[in-house]
């Protein structure tokens, strides 16, 4: 086994270049400061030896950190990522760079990661939140590390969060079921503890109960948000009598959705819209190039982790004049092929 070889120290630099250890650091934090024939110099002694320098521990002496942290909910969901990216890209542009990670929906993973930002120092952080997780918010500001919730409104004034209204997105998903003529409505999402599935059940259901008797809202829970939860779940329903089928589908995500459309089209029994008429949530860029182009509720997910950052850099760099805003974004109606009779 081959021994690790030391890293490069700045000193080493300062050897190599036949400067001082105060003109290296000038180089790297001033360089104006610094004549070009000497800067031409370290920077080639920095690039044979490879140095690379502890940027946590000259942000941990200079009081300001330039990183920030974000935690979401699954990375392995497009949303998700379109989110991130739009955190990342936008914090880019203002000297911030972003770490993510992801809780997976677990309460001890999130905790861990929360955890490790406050012991890097970070900025500030970016949470979806799996749970009531205020005490661990309040004990990060504490420390000087400004938070954002995100994906889901915070429920006090301890801190800003942005999110989309679900209540709303998921009655106009129903009622956009309920237009084209759809009465026995299955409402597909899980778990139900989730906070978004929860709120966007509640829409739905509020959505039948305005329409009247003649309209049934089921609710089938599945064991995740993931394409394979809604295979498992068209597989269900395929293999029930026609009569017992629901005849139309409002899936929590666009992931169980596509999920669905493919049990379905492996039974070939099934035909979207015509049998089952069925709508997803997120409008994910899936949803359009699926099979059976997907009708979904849109959520901005770009804009929701720009504006996050907004708000963080905000509280950051203005603590003093900062009032915290709860940002609610309204969900937008994409009708596809999948509802479109």
Same mark, same amino acid.
């Given at each position: 086994?081959?021994?690790?070889?030391?890293?490069?120290?700045?000193?080493?630099?300062?050897? @190599?270049?036949?400067?001082?250890?105060?003109?290296?650091?000038?180089?790297?934090?001033? %360089?104006?400061?610094?004549?070009?024939?000497? !800067?031409?110099?370290?920077?080639?002694?920095? =690039?044979? #030896?490879?140095?690379?320098?502890?940027? /946590?521990?000259?942000?941990?002496?200079?009081?300001?950190?330039?990183?920030?942290?974000?935690?979401?909910?699954?990375?392995?969901? %497009?949303?998700?990522? =379109?989110?991130?990216?739009? !955190?990342?890209? $936008?914090?880019?542009?203002?000297?911030?760079? &972003?770490?993510?990670?992801?809780?997976?929906?677990? +309460?001890?993973?999130?905790?861990?990661? @929360?955890?490790?930002?406050?012991?890097?120092?970070? /900025?500030?952080? #970016?949470?979806?939140?799996?749970?009531?997780?205020?005490?661990?918010?309040?004990?990060?500001?504490? $420390?000087?590390?400004?938070? &954002?919730?995100?994906?889901?409104?915070?429920?006090?004034?301890?801190?800003?969060?942005?999110?989309?209204?679900?209540?709303?997105?998921?009655?106009?998903?129903?009622?956009?079921? @309920?237009?084209?003529?759809?009465?026995?409505?299955?409402?597909?999402?899980?778990?139900?503890?989730?906070?978004?599935?929860?709120?966007?059940?509640?829409?739905?259901?509020?959505?039948?109960?305005?329409?009247?008797?003649?309209?049934? #809202?089921?609710?089938?829970?599945?064991?995740?948000?993931?394409?394979?939860?809604?295979?498992? &779940?068209?597989?269900?329903?395929?293999?029930?009598?026609?009569?017992?089928? %629901?005849?139309?589908?409002?899936?929590?995500?666009?992931?169980?959705?596509?999920?669905?459309?493919?049990?379905?089209?492996?039974?070939? =029994?099934?035909?979207?819209?015509?049998?089952?008429?069925?709508?997803? +949530?997120?409008?994910?860029?899936? !949803?359009?190039?699926?099979?059976? %182009?997907?009708?979904?509720?849109?959520?901005?997910?770009?804009?929701?982790?720009?504006?996050?950052?907004?708000?963080?850099?905000?509280?950051?760099?203005?603590?003093?004049?900062?009032?915290?805003?709860?940002?609610? +974004?309204?969900?937008? @109606?994409?009708?596809?092929?999948?509802?479109?009779?």
């Amino acid at each position: 086994m081959a021994t690790a070889k030391p890293r490069p120290s700045i000193q080493d630099v300062a050897r @190599l270049a036949g400067v001082s250890l105060g003109t290296v650091s000038n180089v790297l934090n001033n %360089p104006n400061m610094v004549k070009p024939a000497t !800067a031409e110099k370290v920077s080639r002694a920095i =690039e044979q #030896l490879g140095f690379v320098r502890n940027d /946590a521990a000259r942000q941990l002496k200079a009081g300001k950190s330039q990183t920030l942290g974000m935690i979401v909910f699954d990375a392995g969901n %497009p949303f998700f990522a =379109e989110m991130a990216r739009g !955190a990342e890209d $936008h914090s880019a542009e203002r000297g911030y760079s &972003v770490l993510l990670g992801n809780s997976d929906n677990k +309460y001890d993973r999130e905790k861990k990661y @929360l955890q490790l930002f406050d012991e890097q120092r970070v /900025a500030g952080v #970016l949470v979806s939140p799996t749970n009531d997780i205020y005490d661990q918010i309040t004990e990060l500001r504490s $420390h000087g590390t400004q938070t &954002v919730v995100i994906d889901r409104k915070a429920d006090s004034d301890r801190c800003c969060s942005v999110s989309v209204d679900d209540f709303a997105g998921g009655k106009t998903a129903v009622e956009h079921l @309920l237009s084209i003529g759809r009465r026995k409505i299955a409402f597909v999402g899980g778990p139900i503890t989730i906070q978004q599935v929860a709120d966007r059940l509640a829409g739905a259901m509020a959505a039948v109960n305005e329409f009247g008797p003649a309209a049934t #809202l089921s609710v089938i829970e599945s064991s995740a948000q993931t394409v394979i939860a809604g295979r498992n &779940v068209g597989q269900a329903i395929a293999q029930r009598a026609a009569a017992d089928r %629901p005849d139309a589908i409002f899936a929590a995500n666009d992931l169980l959705a596509m999920g669905i459309v493919q049990a379905f089209m492996f039974n070939n =029994e099934i035909a979207i819209p015509q049998d089952v008429a069925l709508i997803g +949530y997120d409008d994910i860029d899936f !949803a359009e190039a699926a099979v059976v %182009p997907l009708s979904s509720i849109r959520q901005p997910a770009r804009l929701i982790g720009e504006t996050a950052i907004e708000l963080v850099l905000s509280e950051i760099n203005e603590p003093q004049g900062h009032v915290h805003q709860q940002v609610t +974004y309204q969900p937008e @109606l994409v009708v596809r092929a999948s509802t479109r009779v």
